[in-house]
């Protein structure tokens, strides 16, 4: 996984709880590097599973709600760092209808060597998106913080529900976005 996941999840340990506890989930998970990421560096997925739990079992909170709060921690970093890449999408379908024909395209040319998830659009109204997660490393807590904390951003009220999914596209999660009155 790219270094950048770990050093924001800890900047978001540290925010949210305190460096304290920071150090102790390092300490805890006991990487071979100490714990010291950096953003340009790649790290194995078992760190992080490993750093969230963890920091699950230190402070009670499910790591599937941990996932989906450091989702919308990235999101504020992305709308930060990559602005404009928020501001040519008017909508938060157009966002979502990007991921990977855009937005992975661009992360690829400065990361050659990232291991992204798939997102492919099946299906799309005015009203409704249906989004198939595809990755070996599970994240669909992550993805499903990225997309609410994304609705938020774009002010567009929507309601995110996901299912397993098979079909002729292979096997995953079905996010389904269904806008509702604001």
């Known amino acids: 996984m790219l270094g950048l996941v770990f050093t924001e999840f800890v900047e978001l340990v540290e925010d949210k709880f305190s460096p304290e506890v920071a150090d102790a989930v390092l300490q805890d998970v006991a990487a071979p590097h100490g714990g010291a990421y950096t953003a340009v560096g790649y790290y194995p997925h078992g760190e992080m599973v490993a750093m969230v739990g963890a920091l699950s079992a230190r402070t009670g909170v499910l790591a599937s709600d941990l996932l989906k709060t450091f989702g919308g921690h990235l999101l504020e970093r992305f709308t930060q760092a990559h602005g404009g890449m928020f501001a040519r999408h008017a909508t938060l379908f157009d966002l979502l209808s990007a991921i990977d024909g855009e937005i992975h395209v661009e992360v690829r040319k400065l990361y050659a060597q990232?291991?992204?998830p798939r997102f492919a659009v099946l299906s799309r109204d005015e009203r409704c998106l249906g989004l198939l997660y595809q990755s070996p490393r599970r994240m669909e807590d992550l993805a499903?913080?990225?997309?609410?904390?994304?609705?938020?951003h774009y002010g567009e009220p929507c309601r995110i529900s996901h299912s397993t999914y098979s079909g002729p596209e292979g096997d995953g999660t079905l996010f389904t976005g269904e806008k509702?009155?604001?």
């Open 114 to 116: 990232a291991a992204l």
């Open 180 to 182: 509702v009155a604001g």
């Open 144 to 152: 499903l913080g990225l997309m609410a904390a994304a609705a938020r």
